[in-house]
């Protein structure tokens, strides 16, 4: 099974790797984050969650074999109150912790490169995020709102029309509809009619 932080690395390498690292069994419902240590998924899925500031916790999205997760939060302090990975049926997975990854990496410099395009990747990602709300409070204002009344599954529906809605967050319709375009240009939500899809 190939995992992003193992790309460019020999077969043989890889199995030296996997050798190194302890599977372990895990149930559904079972909290799979642990601090300090990248997950890898060999079988089984899971959801990640994430908990707003309005208290609300919705499914960012759901991940399965052959996917990672905790890879931005393996070194230095990190609050795991924000996010939650939650099982969803019973499987298999290896951690890597942050003493493993440190000696894997100075045997396998590959690894290290695969990890920085990882993080440079995700800058990019979330300096898109930040032009969006560095424009102006009304998006952040929208995307809160729509947070606020999202499902698990990260689906906000709306039972009140458009004006209802400018009405609601003190802002004119052109402007409403101007925030909704840059919460989608910014690929934060993508709108279904009366829906709207938190990505």
Known sequence: MSFFILEGL???EIKKVEGRLKTERFQKGTELYRTGSIGMIITGSAKI???TEAGASITVRKIGAGEMFGAASLF????SSLSSILAMEN??????????????????PQIALNYIA???DRIRFLNKRLDTFSAGSVDHKLYEYLLSIADEEGTASLDIGMAELARRLKIGRSSLYRCIDNLEEAGLVKREKNK????
């Open 49 to 51: 969650i994430r908990n």
């Open 118 to 120: 990882f993080l440079s």
């Open 196 to 199: 709207f899809i938190l990505k």
């Open 76 to 79: 230095g302090e990190w609050d």
């Open 91 to 108: 499987g298999t997975i290896r951690y890597i912790t942050e003493t493993d990854f440190k000696e894997l990496i100075q045997q396998y």
């Open 10 to 12: 020999k077969e043989e």
